[in-house]
């Protein structure tokens, strides 16, 4: 057989943009991750629901989810776990007869919703036939870890248990502040590379990817294939051949923010690497003249690159369609001094990590009690003035008053007071500083 070019390192693609080896809503004020997604039942069997798991994230953080009537499931329910939550589409199970409803059906071979997305607006009638489903979360939390399980039907007992994780990944956003105030900011879209199986080499994935950016905020509605946000999108990356190995990280994607844009998506398109015909094939080893498999038959490693143009799969390589996932971010314009990623009072903190900032909505990180002003001008600063609670408080150290508990009779109470508060400071310095890198 003819032989093909073979990239020597990773020098192309989502490599080229930064290969990582380390990483509207229902309401316009709400900023945050979005994330619809298409996916294949390529299991082979009907199944009877779907489960996302989230870490990072708990129920309260979610405030919209994808559901009836656009799709076959009902509304899921939210479980709070130690670490996340879990969202669990369900099929309701009917002991008398045994049997449940409704159900997924199994995909024919070779399936892919070329034109429209899993659901009832998009497929049409042939919905319930097709075999793919499209499901969506909002929430307010970036996530550290996102897993999928197609639910299995256990008709003698009413169980649906979790599948093997079908390995579509999920991106997590960073917004980087610009260097210079008048540069846009750096959005980051970092995703680990599929490996649902946890050994040394994964299953190796295909992805293209299309992005594109919206001058307002979006909602899960914009997330679909046929929305003219994501169907007018551009090949941000051709082909990229990922899979998890020994030292390597996250796939991250980066670049500023385009002009006027409140928004950012990303449509990531997954298949399966061909493993079976890359082991059965040869190319020639430019280094040795000898023929070698596409994938090492020893451990399941493929060449990084085996096509002609060093970016692109054969039809023969190209395995099964796993999923769509389409990623939104929107992006406050405005947001609050306590969660944009700037030390806007200078004193060398960071959002939460400062201990002016009570939470990541407060719109300022020097609060009256943590200004080194003398706001009431009763001659104490800050938290050595008493009506300051804390260093978070914003009451304007209060006006000064001329005897009684805080008056001038209280000098040495105000004296321990103030030393009180100077020993507690640098610890919940220290607490916010922990809890931020956390």
């Known amino acids: 057989m003819e032989a093909k070019k073979v990239r020597k390192g990773a020098g192309a693609g989502i490599a080229a943009l930064a290969m990582a080896l380390a990483s509207g809503p229902a309401a316009a004020s709400v900023y945050g991750p979005l994330d619809n997604f298409d996916v294949v039942n390529d299991t082979g069997q009907p199944t009877c629901g779907f489960e996302i798991e989230i870490e990072g994230v708990h129920s309260a953080d979610v405030y919209r989810t994808f559901s009836a009537p656009m799709i076959r499931y009902a509304d899921p329910t939210l479980t709070d776990t130690p670490t996340g939550v879990v969202i669990r589409y369900r099929a309701t199970y009917d002991p008398a007869t045994r049997t449940f409803s ?148 996250p796939a991250l994607n980066e670049a500023p923010l385009g002009p006027g844009a409140e928004a950012v998506i990303r449509r990531y398109e997954f298949y399966r690497y061909n493993v079976a015909w890359g082991l059965a094939n040869t190319y020639i080893d430019p280094k040795t003249g000898l023929p070698v498999t596409y994938v090492d038959p020893e451990n399941g490693e493929v060449m990084e690159c085996v096509v002609d143009g060093c970016n692109d799969p054969t039809p023969d390589e190209l395995g099964g369609y796993v999923g769509r996932q389409m990623a939104g971010f929107n992006i406050d314009p405005n947001p609050p001094a306590c969660n944009d990623g700037l030390d806007d009072d200078g004193d060398g903190y960071v959002d939460m990590a400062d201990p002016g900032c009570v939470a990541p909505d407060s719109m300022t990180e020097s609060p009256a009690c943590d200004d080194g002003i003398d706001n009431d001008q009763d001659g104490l600063v800050d938290v050595d003035d008493p009506e300051c609670e804390g260093i978070a408080s914003n009451v304007n150290e209060a006006p000064a008053v001329s005897c009684g508990l805080f008056g001038i009779e209280s000098a040495p109470l105000l004296g321990a007071l103030a030393l009180l508060r100077r020993r507690r400071s640098p610890f919940r310095r220290e607490a916010a500083g922990a809890a931020k890198q956390a």
């Open 102 to 249: 409704p159900t997924t059906p199994p995909a024919a071979p070779g399936y892919v919703p070329a034109f429209d997305s899993c659901w009832t607006g998009g497929l049409g009638s042939g919905y319930d036939a097709a075999g793919c489903e499209h499901f969506g979360v909002s929430q307010t939390t970036e996530a550290t870890a996102t897993r999928y399980h197609w639910l299995g039907c256990d008709e003698s007992t009413g169980a649906t248990p979790p599948l093997p994780d079908i390995g579509l990944p999920t991106p997590n956003w960073t917004v980087i502040p610009p260097a210079v105030p008048a540069d846009p900011p750096v959005v980051q879209a970092e995703f680990d590379i599929p490996n649902p199986e946890g050994g040394a080499y994964g299953e190796p994935y295909w992805v293209k990817i299309y992005k594109t950016e919206a001058d307002h905020a979006i909602a899960l509605e914009n997330l679909l294939l046929d929305d003219p946000l994501v169907e007018g999108a551009e090949v941000e990356i051709e082909w990229e051949l990922l899979q998890a190995k020994p030292g390597q990280g």
